[in-house]
């Protein structure tokens, strides 16, 4: 059987499953899918705990970006409507973090939908860093696009704890998502991160138009970084973009790539994002008991989500507890996505094959 033999893997022989075994796990007919919910949520349980994160963001610049990623509606290239504005003042970003602090939360995200920061977006937000480090005593992580060595050790020196940079998708089918940076320039980016000392956040959509093989592709390719969290996207189309016309996972595909991740990333925080309201419906909760560990709540950068007291109360309805370690139910500065670190991870070692 199987799950049975992945049981005993991760859970008896704790060693992380090869693909052959993930495959056999993902050939299992939707039919029996509680089975896949029930094993990955034990393997959550096993490896992260009960705990459950909670996120938030603001979108702290909007639009005119350079690259073409065929799901954002943030692209200089398409035709979407998005509201367009430029990066906060450091008076904004610092209420924020005030605001942040104020919930209870440890950490706190600065994000840009840029391809890279040029020098002078790359000094204000080490200045917004610092200041924020100053005036709240928060934990401060960036999402900024492609780095080079030299700016992703400035970040390092100058506090930056965790970086989020996604691959977005598999290597075999980025290129039909974007053609203005490659998948291999995201990879290089992941590894300067945690080269220069930073903790790597680093995720993706699921429901580009992938095949389940690639969409395991891609859980395999992500668990080669190593990455402390893996943010979960379930793409939700845009008006305007090249995917606007693209039909959605169903939700039972949806819970399925998320236990099959928990299977191949057992000690990562998974966190739903956007999309999930869209896709999962009614079975959000099924999406936690899956294997997620992590959710956004509150409105995404340009698409409404749902309130975090909507979310309190699925949690409280599961059993699920809210996590008190780093990053409980924190806000964040986000015009990308920005991700945090798991309370409680065990990590073993990462087998591609």
Not at 136 to 148: D, F, H, I, K, R
Not at 226 to 243: A, M, Q, S
Not at 281 to 301: H, K, P, R, S, T
């Amino acid at each position: 059987m199987p799950l049975a033999a992945a049981e005993r893997a991760l859970l008896v022989e704790r060693r992380p499953l090869t693909r052959d075994e993930v495959d056999a796990a993902a050939a299992l007919p939707l039919d029996e899918l509680p089975a896949l919910v029930a094993l990955a949520h034990k393997v959550r349980l096993e490896y992260c705990g009960p705990e459950v994160e909670l996120e938030s963001l603001i979108n702290a610049k909007s639009g005119a970006c350079s690259e073409d990623c065929a799901f954002c509606s943030q692209s200089a290239l398409f035709k979407t409507g998005v509201d367009v504005y430029p990066f906060l003042d450091l008076d904004e970003v610092l209420a924020a973090a005030r605001a942040t602090r104020d919930v209870g939360a440890t950490q706190f995200c600065i994000v840009v939908a840029v391809r890279g920061p040029e020098e002078r977006l790359l000094r204000k937000v080490i200045e917004a860093v610092d200041l924020v480090q100053r005036e709240t005593g928060l934990e401060v992580a960036c999402s900024l696009g492609l780095l080079t060595p030299e700016q992703a050790t400035r970040l390092a020196d100058a506090g930056v704890r965790r970086y989020n940079h996604n691959l977005e998708t598999s290597r075999e089918l980025f290129p039909t998502i974007c053609s203005t940076h490659s998948w291999e320039d995201r990879v290089a980016t992941a590894r300067l991160a945690i080269d220069a000392g930073m903790e790597l956040c680093c995720g993706g959509i699921l429901g580009m138009g992938e095949t389940l093989g690639q969409r395991l592709d891609f859980a395999f390719e992500l668990a080669a970084l190593g990455p402390c969290e893996v943010p979960i996207n379930l793409l939700d189309p845009r008006p305007g973009t090249p995917l606007a016309e693209q039909t959605t996972l169903s939700a039972r595909e949806a819970v399925q790539a998320i236990a099959l991740f928990r299977l191949v990333l057992p000690g990562t925080w998974l966190r739903l994002a956007g999309g999930r309201e869209k896709v999962l419906g009614e079975l959000q909760g099924m999406g936690l008991l899956a294997g997620a560990n992590g959710l956004i709540v509150g409105n995404y950068l340009t698409t409404t989500g749902r309130s975090a007291e909507e979310d309190r109360a699925l949690l409280e309805a599961l059993g699920m507890p809210i996590a008190e370690g780093p990053g409980e139910g924190r806000f964040i500065v986000d015009a990308a996505g920005a991700h945090s670190l798991p309370a409680r991870r065990v990590s073993i070692p990462v087998r591609v094959e």
